[in-house]
Nanobody, 125 residues
């Protein structure tokens, strides 16, 4: 069983930055999981944002955030991060952290086994 808790969401101005954190329980198991970030805006489907391999050596980002968002992790702290720069109003959404027990850089929701409750990010013009 893996429990995930997101934090760091809030309000930001367009062009500004936010850093999201996702803390996981189970220090031993965390280092074996690939991790991902998804987001969901009102009235829209949940969409893939970024993923990182268990050791942190490989990452993949959605085209919509490439060059602006960076995913990273610190396995000693059981934490994965999403650094968001150059924010746009269209980035407004609830952001979810997810764990993939098979260590695969997946872009689809069905590949992830555990999910956090989400954290709200709102970007104003």
């Amino acid at each position: 069983q893996v429990h995930l808790v997101e934090s760091g969401g809030g309000l930001a101005q367009a062009g500004g930055s936010l850093r999201l954190s996702c803390a996981a329980s189970g220090r031993t198991s965390f280092s074996t999981y690939a991790m991902g970030w998804f987001r969901q805006a009102p009235g829209k489907e949940r969409e893939f944002v970024a993923a990182i391999s268990a050791g942190g050596g490989n990452t993949y980002s959605a085209e919509s955030v490439k060059g602006r968002f960076t995913i990273s992790r610190d396995n000693a702290k059981n934490t994965v991060y999403l650094q968001m720069n150059s924010l746009k109003p269209e980035d407004t959404a609830v952001y979810y952290c997810a764990a993939n027990g098979r260590n695969f850089l997946a872009t689809i929701r069905a590949s992830y086994d555990y999910w956090g409750q989400g954290t709200q990010v709102t970007v104003s013009s």
